[in-house]
């Protein structure tokens, strides 16, 4: 244990440039596999650790998690690789698991309502609400629009990159354009995306990329 120990400290002074949520993260990942595995770091196999893994999977961890902790042992392993503390590599041949995709969320009648009239005094606010709504799209489709986009004729937006990569049309309505029109009038920033940030470019910080509003 105590050879274990010093190796994980040299292992985070290699590595300073990490975080300091990183190196706890990892941290507290490399301390619950050796627990588990019950081995010298340098008799682990290769079967010990997708056996770690059905063990976090059997205790309901998410898919996220667990691929955190088995980058820090990936991690941890190519390091003692790199310094000669090990002949071979056990995660070489392990697959992280399969992440998957996040059930959109959907608002009720009522929760849009609210929304509708909390950001009724922000024409651009209210016009993205409107949008959303009347569209369908998903936060990830809606950040991508450009005002070349958008069909004002016939009331359709392009969306370029849905999901899977293919591309299709979505319909608004004639509130939701004249919303649209109303935010536009207004906005004094040169932008090619129909919202943007103060600077122009698209917003990337939305939590929720799957969020909808639909009935």
Known sequence: MKKLNQVIEEFFNDH????PET???YRISLQQFFYYCAKPFDEVKAPDIPAWLADMEENALK???INLKLTALKSFCHYCMEEDKLKKNPTFTVKSPKLDDSLSYYLNRQQLTLL?????????ERAMVEALYTTGCRISEFLNIKLSDVKWDTRQIWIREGKGNKERFVLFTHECAGRLKKYLATRKIVSDYLFCNEKGDRFRNFRNRNFKLCF
Do not use: M, N, V, Y
Not at 16 to 19: K, V
Not at 116 to 124: A, G, V
């Open 16 to 19: 300073a440039r990490f975080s």
């Open 23 to 25: 190196t706890r993260s």
């Open 63 to 65: 898919p996220k998690s």
């Open 116 to 124: 509708q009239e909390l950001t009724r005094p922000d024409p651009k």
